[in-house]
C-alpha cells in the first residue's frame, strides 16, 4: 500500500461544468501519474508530474490541466466536461527500488466520472 | 515509439485450466517489462516484473520470460482459480524513464 487516495470515488456531473479529481499520496513520492481506462485502450496516461510545479503531457491531454502545489496532491481538472470524458480515472505514484533502475508504479482506486 | 501488444479478447476457461495471455513489445532501447493485475472495482497492482533478458518473474503462481530475441513476455499460470479472474495488462518502462506503456488488457473469466 502506497498510501495513495482519490477523491471522490464516483461522480456523474454535466456536459460543459468544470470537474476537479484529486490524487493524494502520504509519502512524499516526486512522481505523480494521472490515467484513463476505457475499454479497448487499457490505460492511457493524461498527465503526469515529476515535482511540485513540474508537470507534462501525456498522449490523451487535450480538455484537461492539472495542478500540483504541494507533493502530497496532484490534481486533474476538466475545464468543461464532456461526454467522451466519461471513465476511470487512476492516479499513480513512481517508485525507484533501491539498487535497481526501473520504477515501479503504484494505482490509487480509481474515480469513476460520468459527464451526462 | 514504445508500444505493447497484448492478444485480442477475453479470455474464459474453466478451473485448474492453462492460461497463457500474450505480449509483445516494440521498444527503442533496453525496456523493463510487467504484468499488472486488476481485480473487479479496484486500481492495478503489480503481479510480477522482469529487468533484463532471459529474467523471469514470478508471484502467485504466475510466470513470464523476459525473450528479447522475440520482443516477448507472455504471462503464464499452470492451474487457475476462480479468484484469478480480473484484467492483466502487460506493460513497459524504457531505463531511466519514469512512464509507463500499457497495452490494452485482457479479461479472464475462470468458470468452476
Known amino acids: 500500500d502506497a498510501g495513495i487516495t482519490q477523491s471522490p470515488r464516483h461522480k456523474v456531473t454535466e456536459t460543459g461544468t468544470p470537474v476537479t479529481l484529486r490524487c493524494h499520496q502520504t509519502?512524499?513520492?516526486?512522481?505523480m501519474y494521472w490515467y484513463r481506462q476505457d475499454p479497448g485502450h487499457g490505460l492511457r496516461l493524461i498527465h503526469y508530474?515529476?515535482?511540485?510545479?513540474?508537470?507534462d503531457k501525456g498522449e490523451v491531454s487535450d480538455g484537461y490541466s492539472v495542478s500540483r502545489s504541494k507533493t502530497e496532491d496532484f490534481l486533474l481538472t476538466l475545464e468543461s466536461a464532456t461526454s467522451s470524458q466519461t471513465s476511470v480515472y487512476f492516479c499513480?505514484?513512481?517508485?525507484?527500488?533501491?539498487?535497481?533502475?526501473?520504477?515501479?508504479?503504484?494505482f490509487g482506486p480509481g474515480t469513476r466520472l460520468t459527464v451526462l | 515509439g514504445d508500444s505493447v501488444t497484448q492478444m485480442e479478447g477475453p479470455v474464459t476457461l474453466s478451473e485448474e485450466a492453462f492460461l497463457t495471455i500474450n505480449c509483445t513489445y516494440t521498444?527503442?532501447?533496453?525496456?523493463?517489462l510487467f504484468w499488472y493485475v486488476q481485480y473487479p472495482g479496484e486500481g492495478l497492482q503489480l503481479l510480477l516484473k522482469?529487468?533484463?533478458?532471459?529474467d523471469k518473474g514470478s508471484n502467485k503462481g504466475f510466470e513470464a520470460t523476459y525473450r528479447k530475441e522475440t520482443t516477448s513476455f507472455h504471462l503464464e499460470k499452470g492451474s487457475v482459480q476462480v479468484s484469478d479472474s480480473a484484467v492483466y495488462f502487460c506493460?513497459?518502462?524504457?531505463?531511466?524513464?519514469?512512464?509507463?506503456?500499457f497495452g490494452k488488457g485482457n479479461q479472464v473469466v475462470v468458470i468452476p
Open positions: 508530474s515529476y515535482g511540485v510545479k513540474d508537470t
Open positions: 506493460a513497459l518502462s524504457e531505463r531511466g524513464n519514469n512512464r509507463l506503456a
Open positions: 499513480a505514484i513512481s517508485i525507484q527500488s533501491r539498487g535497481s533502475s526501473y520504477n515501479e508504479q503504484f
Open positions: 509519502e512524499n513520492h516526486r512522481y
Open positions: 522482469a529487468t533484463k533478458a532471459d
Open positions: 521498444a527503442t532501447g533496453y525496456p523493463s
